[in-house]
């Protein structure tokens, strides 16, 4: 972590590298008032400036010209974001005016933040956990109404106060075995006895907890969903009236798509990434079959796989037959009335097309818990340490026939992948691939 240098005071800017009528540049460190009031144009009142106020003013230039209008809010010790003395920097959104603003913080003493460096400090500073520090980001990225206010309630604090609540069971089932193992052999000891209950109830939370993961993500990075069949059975037609836009072509000759075209839709509220693919056939052109090949490998991957059949001699690969992910549609349907089940729509007229939206969102909608209001997580790092603590209890249960030092040893493994997820128990390599992902400014 030798990047994240915590003794240096830092500035980002918090707002796009964009033209716009105001920019918002953070300051974060011990020194940061000082060292803002050398370049102020009222250094005293910034000095005298308690926390949580706004002092307006100027930025000088070295040679004492005004560089911009800015207001400034100061944090005190304590009382700001990353728990350091900082000040954020309101100005205009000029890029010129933003260069001058950087140049002229580093001439006062401040270097440009890392990645995730304001929410490195906070975590540092005790001002939140690990699962704190991820919800920041997905709050950032997030791509829908429900992954924003999932990431808004790990946030809250909700997740960690989960974790410790699960935590502080396992320590005392912990504390109970190394009572018996601070114990001499021949001191008179009541037996320890496994306690079953207690730890299938702990697993069980554990497991409903991980179980959310797969809904988390779907709302976090979008279902993806792939339409597929033979080639020429209207499979770009279909994904040109869903995304309301010419981006696939159209043409009756057959293999004109031949590598997928993939894009950003909403449907009914649920992100969706939405692929069109190439034709499955047998072919003999190299290029056509690597897109068949790559169609297979979509397939493999979706959560939903919009199968596009002949109206009339509708034909289901028999690798799909079974597929629950499987939706059948009979396309053409203005051109040939459709036979047997399945879904029929035409995207010239545009019949079928809501239910088949219908259907999609309702499928969409049970794999991504819509209904359910509890707790989700979206953190692939946070399922695998609580796929792993849950393994180390289930083994510990194996084992409970063994002496309790042994045992100590599943609940003792147990507790550090707890402590991964919330940053109890951490290393550099983790903390630089978690940070490393975030915004400047954050």
């Known amino acids: 972590m030798n990047e994240y240098n915590v003794d240096q005071p830092i500035y980002a800017l918090a707002t796009a590298w964009a033209p716009s009528a105001l920019a918002v540049v953070r300051t974060s460190g011990t ?3 000082e060292l803002l009031s050398r370049i102020f144009s009222s250094p005293g009142r910034l000095m005298n400036a308690a926390s949580k106020t706004l002092v307006h003013g100027y930025l000088r230039a070295e040679d004492g010209s005004n560089i911009d209008e800015v207001v400034l809010a100061v944090y005190r010790q304590g009382s700001g974001y990353t728990g350091e003395e900082a000040v954020e920097i309101s100005c205009h959104g000029s890029l010129t005016t933003l260069k001058r603003v950087f140049v002229r913080l580093e001439e006062a003493g401040f270097r440009l933040a890392n990645k995730g460096e304001f929410t490195f400090r906070a975590f540092m500073h005790g001002r939140m956990d690990l699962t704190q520090a991820e919800a920041v980001e997905e709050i950032i990225s997030s791509r829908s109404v429900k992954s924003q206010e999932q990431a808004l309630d790990r946030l809250s604090g909700r997740l960690s106060a989960r974790l410790n609540e699960i935590r502080n069971r396992l320590v005392g089932i912990l504390a109970s075995l190394e009572v018996q193992l601070d114990y001499a052999e021949d001191e008179i000891l009541e037996e320890w006895v496994y306690p079953v209950s207690e730890v299938d109830s702990i697993i069980s939370s554990l497991q409903l907890l991980s179980s959310t993961y797969a809904a988390g993500k779907i709302w976090r990075d979008g279902a993806k969903v792939v339409l597929a069949g033979a080639a020429n059975a209207g499979k770009s037609s279909l994904f040109n009236f869903l995304v309301r836009e010419d981006r696939s072509i159209v043409s009756p000759i057959e293999g004109t798509t031949r590598d997928y075209i993939e894009t950003d839709i909403d449907l009914k509220g649920i992100p969706v990434r939405l692929f069109d693919t190439a034709g499955l056939r047998e072919s003999g052109d190299l290029i056509e079959a690597e897109g068949i090949r790559r169609t297979q490998a979509l397939i493999d991957e979706a959560d939903l796989i919009i199968l596009l059949a002949d ?3 509708p034909v289901i690969p028999s690798s799909l037959a079974d597929d629950k992910r499987l939706i059948l549609v009979h396309s053409k349907s203005d051109l040939a009335p459709a036979e047997g089940h399945g879904i029929s729509v035409s995207s010239v007229t545009g019949e079928g097309i809501e239910d088949l939206v219908d259907e999609i969102a309702r499928r ?7 209904k359910d209001q509890s707790l ?13 603590c849950i393994s ?3 083994a510990s249960r194996e084992a409970s026939g063994q002496s309790v030092d042994i045992i100590a040893l599943f609940f003792q493994a147990a507790l550090e992948n707890l402590g991964y997820i919330t940053g109890e128990v951490t290393n550099e390599e983790l903390l630089d691939r ?9």
Do not use: T
């Open 31 to 33: 020194g940061s008032v």
């Open 311 to 313: 109206s009339a001699d």
């Open 364 to 370: 969409l909608g049970a794999l991504s818990g819509e």
């Open 376 to 388: 989700v997580i979206d953190s692939e790092r946070q399922h695998d340490y609580l796929e792993a």
């Open 392 to 394: 180390c209890l289930e």
């Open 434 to 442: 978690l940070f490393s992902d975030f915004c400047l400014g954050k």
